[in-house]
């Protein structure tokens, strides 16, 4: 452990991120997708960093700015791709979620400002990346979900976000759901309840936001188990 990471105090768990601002991100993240088709960006072929660096651009020059009409982003202090960040006892100092939406809010000086965020973590979701062996991943370097669990990602939160970009027909129903059930996705990925829909897809060809919470696996500073991470499902087709 490094003990300089908690000297400063970062009580655990952090106040939690209000759900309509974990809607707003996944609105957001739906207009993103559309500005980018609109301006050419060919997702079937994009890489998942040419498509995350797109997103980042997104919020930070335009949604950011006030361009989607009816999207209010005042909660965000910024939003950053692969910034480095600490897990949860300092021992690894060199973790980058893919994309991390500070947050603005008064905190008490118990509370460790580098660790108040929205952490996301962005996937593929297609052939060439099977669920169980990238986005449900277990005991792989490519692991998706399992980041939240381990204390990886997020460690002072109670909340994370998975962003998947499509294609090949996946569904979060029922492909996801498939995933998480199986036996090894109950046992290392900290037992996820039944997906849940938090915002309903727009129409048919969309996807919606769905939420699932997991046991985790780590302690914090004064010894306590952490407590469950509420873990949010963006998917975006790329088609």
């Not at 335009?62 to 009409?69: D, V």
């Not at 060199?94 to 118990?110: A, I, N, W, Y």
């Not at 460790?112 to 965020?117: E, G, I, M, S, V």
Request: hydrophobic content about 40%; overall charge negative; some cysteine.
């Amino acid at each position: 452990m490094n003990p300089g990471f908690f000297t400063r105090g970062d009580d655990a768990p952090h106040p939690r991120i209000d759900r309509r601002w974990i809607a707003a991100v996944h609105l957001g993240l739906e207009v993103a997708f559309e500005w980018m088709r609109s301006d050419g960006v060919d997702l079937a072929r994009a890489g998942e960093d040419a498509i995350t660096l797109h997103l980042e651009d997104c919020f930070e020059n335009r949604l950011m700015r006030g361009e989607a009409e009816d999207l209010d982003f005042s909660f965000l202090r910024s939003v950053t791709r692969e910034s480095a960040t600490a897990n949860h006892d300092g021992s690894s100092i060199g973790r980058k979620p893919d994309l991390v939406f500070r947050l603005s809010r008064e905190l008490r000086h118990s509370h460790n400002r580098l660790q108040d965020a929205l952490f996301a973590e962005c996937k593929p979701v297609d052939r060439a990346h099977p669920l169980a062996r990238h986005y449900c991943a277990v005991g792989r370097a490519t692991s998706g979900i399992e980041r939240f669990v381990t204390g990886a990602y997020a460690s002072a939160m109670e909340q994370g976000l998975m962003i998947g970009y499509v294609r090949d027909g996946f569904r979060i129903d029922p492909h996801l759901a498939a995933a998480l059930a199986s036996a090894e996705a109950r046992s290392g990925l900290g037992e996820p309840t039944p997906l849940f829909c938090v915002v309903a897809a727009k129409d048919t060809a969309g996807h919606g936001l769905h939420l699932t919470t997991h046991q985790r696996n780590f302690p914090w500073s004064d010894g306590a188990r952490a407590t469950p991470i509420d873990l949010y499902h963006s998917w975006h087709d790329c088609q």
